[in-house]
């Protein structure tokens, strides 16, 4: 069996497991920051659906362990280790953890590809009571007017039929999203990055849609926007502010003197 046949999941990032590990964006420290603040306590956090490590290197500085998982173990091969970050492969629906073991669980740009139901029974599982589930995802970059229409574009026509049905839950900015759990606030953090134009063109070399592209029609898509994005970019070796809109659902879990306030409430 395949990965996708046993978990029902798509593995969209193996092929440029090395583009992803290059040239997606890194978290801002006050994300984690926030979270952290959010917990109880500090001894585990999971970080599910981890990539190549991005949102576990974060974690690392305010727990004491930070187990992070992926399905795909190219990814996981290419991610940046630390002697206390735990590299797991294994899938978002059947965790290898223990019972009430995690303060945090956190979903990095990898919420959309779970089958909900199930991870979501996973989360109540590993969570302790009282502790944290937070997920986010980013959507269309902000650079300026022309450049952003470019990439609107590529996002919609160019690559827009190659992309999972999955990636409306990220259009949607996951309101749209099943999220089974009592909501806290979400933050409002902003991520940014200082790119160049190569560097800002592996990062669309690294999207499942542009991957699924190549598959199907032999040849690369942005040959379709690189003369219109070097025109708008202008020196293509000129750093440019790369911003990145985040959108979160973060939720706790209920606590056993919540859960038997619900009950009372129900009964009555």
């Known amino acids: 069996m395949t990965k996708k046949q046993e978990t029902g999941i798509e593995d969209c990032f193996s092929k440029q497991a090395e583009t992803y590990a ?5 978290y801002p420290d006050n994300i984690f920051q926030y979270l952290a603040g959010l917990c109880p306590t500090h001894d585990l956090a999971w970080d599910c659906g981890t990539g190549s490590g991005q949102a576990a290197v974060g974690l ?9 998982s992926d399905l795909s173990a190219k990814q996981v091969s290419r991610a940046r280790s630390h002697e206390r970050i735990l590299y797991q492969v294994f899938s978002a629906e059947k965790a290898d953890l223990e019972t009430q073991s995690a303060d ?18 996973e989360v109540r599982r590993v969570l302790k009571p009282g502790g944290v589930l937070a997920a986010w995802c980013y959507h269309l ?40 759990f009592e909501e806290l606030p979400s933050p409002q953090i902003e991520m940014n990055t200082l790119w160049n134009l190569n560097e800002f063109l592996g990062f669309l070399d690294s999207w ?18 690189k003369k219109d994005l070097h025109q708008a970019w ?25 859960k038997g306030q619900k009950a009372l409430l129900t009964l009555s």
Do not use: C
């Open 234 to 258: 202008g020196n293509s070796e000129q750093k440019r502010l790369v911003h990145f809109p985040l959108y979160f659902k973060i939720g706790r879990n209920p606590t056993s003197e919540s």
């Open 22 to 26: 290059r040239h997606r964006p890194e």
């Open 208 to 225: 499942s849609s542009t991957q699924k592209f190549m598959e199907v029609r032999g040849y690369h898509p942005l040959n379709e926007i």
């Open 60 to 68: 690392v500085r305010y727990f004491t362990q930070v187990v992070a």
């Open 104 to 121: 945090l669980i956190t979903v990095a740009q990898a919420l959309h590809w779970f089958k909900l139901s199930r991870f979501y029974t």
């Open 141 to 180: 970059t902000v650079i300026s007017p022309e450049i952003d229409e470019i990439i609107k574009n590529y996002y919609q026509v160019v690559v827009g039929p190659y992309w999972s049905e999955r990636i409306r839950l990220v259009d949607d900015r996951y309101t749209t999203i099943p999220f089974p």
